[in-house]
């Protein structure tokens, strides 16, 4: 089974500063990765897909990188709406393997 | 537009079976490719894939929990049911249902329902 880590666990940054966000899966999962972010009390949204294409209605701010093993979610600006929890998940083997990482906290500094 | 509801018992107990309901509208899920997945997430915690019916009636389930998971799907209601059988505290979660659609972000959950919080306690 693919186990993917995220970190920092938790990123404090300022409003209007760049925020870097790493993903790694234990095993390639070639460009399939997907973002979520997920605010409280919502369900999460997805953000990007095939580890770089931005989903529908996402903000130019938000891009994603990397292949293989090894992936970040970059917010160019942060935003107060940015402010959020956000989720890496890998499809390389579905159905019917999909796999979450534990997710990193984007909050304020 | 595409929406998704999940429906069913705020509290369970202990050893009983939980019965969830997904009634979507927007899609269709007897169009080649599209799939509808559960997901759930504790308190604090982070996603759990659970199970997923595809458009042509396959179904998966986590390795985890297959032994206790079962979808369906009535594709004349737009409803997908998952049941979870011998449900425990450590069960107590918020259940998405979400759709996997087909095409370029196939194997991805584009649209979610708003999730219902389940706790099981005697």
């Known amino acids: 089974e693919i186990v993917m880590t995220q970190s920092p666990a938790t990123l404090s940054v300022s409003p209007g500063e760049r925020a870097t966000l790493s993903c790694r899966a234990s095993q390639s999962v070639s460009s399939n990765l997907a973002w979520y972010q997920q605010k409280p009390g919502q369900a999460p949204r997805l953000l990007i897909y095939g580890a770089s294409t931005r989903a529908t209605g996402i903000p130019a701010r938000f891009s994603g990188s990397g292949s293989g093993t090894e992936f970040t979610l970059t917010i160019s600006s942060l935003q107060s709406e940015d402010f959020a929890v956000y989720y890496c998940?890998?499809?390389?083997?579905?159905?019917?393997?999909?796999?979450f990482g534990p997710g990193t906290k984007v909050d304020i500094k | 537009q595409v929406t998704l509801r999940e429906s069913g018992p705020a509290l369970v107990k202990p050893t009983q079976t939980l019965t969830l309901t997904c009634t979507f509208s927007?899609?269709?899920?007897?169009?080649?490719?599209?799939?509808v997945s559960w997901i759930r997430q504790p308190p604090g915690k982070a996603l759990e894939w659970l199970a997923l019916i595809d458009w042509d009636d396959d179904k998966y389930y986590s390795t985890s929990l297959k032994t206790r998971l079962t979808i369906s799907k009535d594709t004349s209601k737009n409803q997908v049911v998952l049941t979870m059988t011998n449900m425990d505290p450590v069960d107590t979660a918020t259940y998405y249902c979400?759709?996997?659609?087909?095409?370029?972000?196939?194997?991805?959950?584009?649209?979610w329902g708003q999730g219902t919080l389940v706790t099981v306690s005697s």
């Open positions: 998940q890998q499809y390389n083997n579905w159905p019917p393997l999909f796999t």
């Open positions: 927007g899609f269709s899920l007897s169009t080649s490719g599209m799939c």
């Open positions: 979400a759709r996997i659609p087909d095409g370029a972000v196939a194997g991805t959950f584009d649209y």
